[in-house]
């Protein structure tokens, strides 16, 4: 490999502002822009973000045309951000002898002053038609004698304009290739299930940054409350097996019996401590048998709070630039809301859902492209759409999770991985249980209602009409499989762990929830061999071919 040494450099201060309106005005929600430490709105137009360079045509190779990128980073935010070809001369250090610095000797316009564009534009009624990030993400420059040819990431497009910014034909339809079966043929999102949970212990602050590192879009945190109403990311309430607490004889006298979703856990919950006193707990390997490497960490990280997952996110951010969603899970609300006790006896009564919405607000992270709300429940979704968020002002993308819909896993009591517990409970009489939550359903809904019995064509339909933006099914439900007799050691270790087969019947729940405006965001896939299964011609199927077999039939 050949060695690439860097022999000058500028560099062009982030707070450099050229002639034009004023910017960052919106952030997509009517509010300005607010990010790295910079508010809106801004004076003038910032020239930083740039997304393509070509020598400035009748330079001799020290000046340059930078192209803007769209703005302030995507399509709802940028509606004020014009789009440019900035002409600027670097004073290199190191090549030139000079001081770093850079000249931003002005700037392209560019513009459809002749309504060529054939969809609204921001400034479509006005005469100059004045191109924003909100119309196209231009990505990649090519000048010529007299032409200036743009890439746009929006159509995709292929634009000409005269080396004045005019645009001079309709833009050119570019293929996306290859097609992709997604709700809008867009890339699917990578999620970071608990964290990079294969390589460290799950809901932890270093298991979301390594989850990140390794090419995550969005990190999943689940939530669960303190004692004092602190959202903190644990995948159950019950702490015992992944924290160190049944080791600490301080909390000896809080393990105690409680009956969650129907099902009875003996253990330590995190609504019976405080957040200082789960601060001074260590997470632990959840299932040390399957990610015995994880042990290794046992006793290293915290718990953290999703005030601290925002926070790690902007870090990133900061840090490089990339910026990365959070997709949180509300555990259990209607046991938090109304069912649950603390050790005490007295009633919970901690609205998660509540708390989620006024921590986002907080800390300043309700960019809807950033966040997707998912619940295994309906009527903390349904609470969510229709009065937490429009009582805060935000609108963010909610995902109604699916567990299993064969009806395989329930229990004596109406919980279970088959049913969303929030049906039976408002089923049940009890005084705080409201059953008219289903009344606009379009199947009937009562105290037996599963996952099986909403898994059809018109309840996503519904879905996507009232207050979902995704659904979230377990993967077994639309790819069946079967049982096997024996296992079967795929990996040749000489452990047989594969289970069971894909019998080669795909269910049409992608297409039905794509029907209904829905993406797909199916859980979950691990590199662990108990947890992978055989194709149907016998083979082992490898985490690489799942991923492929997913993606080939639309997941988003």
């Known amino acids: 490999m050949e060695n690439i040494k860097l022999v000058g450099f500028a560099s062009l201060p982030a707070d450099t502002f050229a002639e034009g309106p004023q910017s960052g005005a919106d952030n997509?929600?009517?509010e300005p822009i607010s990010r790295n430490g910079r508010t809106g709105p801004f004076d003038e137009q910032p020239v930083q973000g740039f997304s393509g360079v070509q020598f400035a045509p009748g330079s001799e190779g020290d000046t340059y045309w930078f192209l803007s990128d769209n703005g302030f980073g995507n399509i709802r935010n940028s509606s004020d951000y014009l789009l440019r070809v900035y002409q600027v001369d670097p004073d290199f250090v190191g090549t030139e002898d000079g001081d770093g610095s850079v000249d931003v000797q002005g700037f392209v316009q560019l513009s459809d002053p002749n309504n060529l564009i054939p969809f609204e534009i921001i400034n479509e009624d006005s005469s100059e038609r004045l191109l924003t990030g909100s119309d196209f993400d231009i990505e990649s420059i090519v000048v010529t004698e007299d032409q200036i040819w743009i890439g746009d990431e929006?159509?995709?497009?292929l634009l000409e304009f005269d080396l004045e910014g005019v645009l001079q034909q309709a833009p050119i339809v570019t293929p996306n290739i290859p097609t992709l079966n997604t709700l809008n043929g867009q890339d699917p999102i990578v999620i970071g299930h608990r964290g990079a949970s294969g390589s460290?212990?799950?809901?932890?602050?270093?298991?979301?940054?390594?989850?990140?590192?390794?090419g995550a879009d969005f990190i999943e945190p689940d939530l669960v409350p303190t004692k004092d109403g602190v959202l903190v990311a644990r995948h159950e309430n019950e702490i015992s097996g992944t924290t160190d607490v049944a080791d600490?004889?301080?909390f000896a006298d809080r393990q105690t019996t409680k009956i969650i979703d129907g099902d009875e856990f003996t253990g330590w919950f995190t609504e019976d401590f405080t957040l200082a006193e789960l601060k001074t707990l260590r997470a632990t390997e959840r299932i040390p048998g399957t990610r015995p490497l994880n042990t290794a960490f046992d006793g290293d990280f915290e718990v953290p709070t999703l005030e601290e997952v925002?926070?790690?996110v902007k870090e990133v951010e900061a840090e490089t630039g990339k910026q990365i969603g959070i997709y949180p899970e509300t555990k259990h609300p209607t046991f938090?809301?109304?069912?649950?006790?603390?050790?005490?006896?007295?009633?919970?009564?901690?609205?998660?859902?509540?708390?989620?919405?006024?921590t986002l607000v907080e800390n300043d992270f309700t960019d809807p492209d950033r966040i997707f709300i998912q619940s295994f429940e309906i009527e903390n979704l349904l609470r969510l759409q229709n009065i937490f968020m429009p009582a805060a002002g935000v609108d963010l993308p909610l995902v109604q999770l699916y567990g299993d819909t064969s009806d395989s896993f329930i229990n004596d009591n109406g919980g279970g991985f088959s049913v969303p517990y929030d049906i039976p409970y408002n089923f049940s009489g009890a005084a705080n249980a409201d059953p008219s939550v289903y009344a606009d359903f379009p199947v009937e809904v009562d105290g037996e209602t599963t996952y099986a019995d909403l898994d059809s064509a018109e309840v996503l339909e519904y879905l996507g009409e009232t207050y979902a933006e995704g659904a979230g099914p377990w993967k077994n439900n639309f790819l069946l499989r079967e049982s096997l007799d024996e296992p079967v050691d795929g990996n040749g270790d000489g452990v047989a762990e594969i289970t069971t087969q894909l019998t080669g019947e795909v269910l049409p729940f992608?297409?039905?929830?794509?029907?209904?405006g829905l993406q797909v965001h199916p859980y979950t896939l691990r590199n662990e061999e108990n947890f992978l299964t055989l194709n149907p011609d016998g083979t082992p199927q490898t985490p690489e071919d799942?991923?492929?077999?997913?993606?080939?039939?639309?997941?988003?």
């Open 546 to 556: 799942e991923v492929e077999q997913l993606i080939e039939l639309g997941v988003d």
């Open 310 to 312: 925002i926070d790690l």
């Open 248 to 250: 600490r004889p301080e």
């Open 200 to 214: 460290r212990p799950e809901h932890t602050l270093e298991a979301y940054k390594l989850a990140i590192e390794q």
């Open 28 to 30: 997509g929600n009517g």
């Open 154 to 157: 929006f159509g995709p497009y």
């Open 510 to 516: 992608i297409e039905d929830a794509h029907a209904a």
């Open 336 to 358: 938090f809301a109304k069912e649950g006790t603390f050790i005490d006896g007295t009633p919970i009564d901690i609205k998660t859902s509540e708390i989620l919405i006024d």
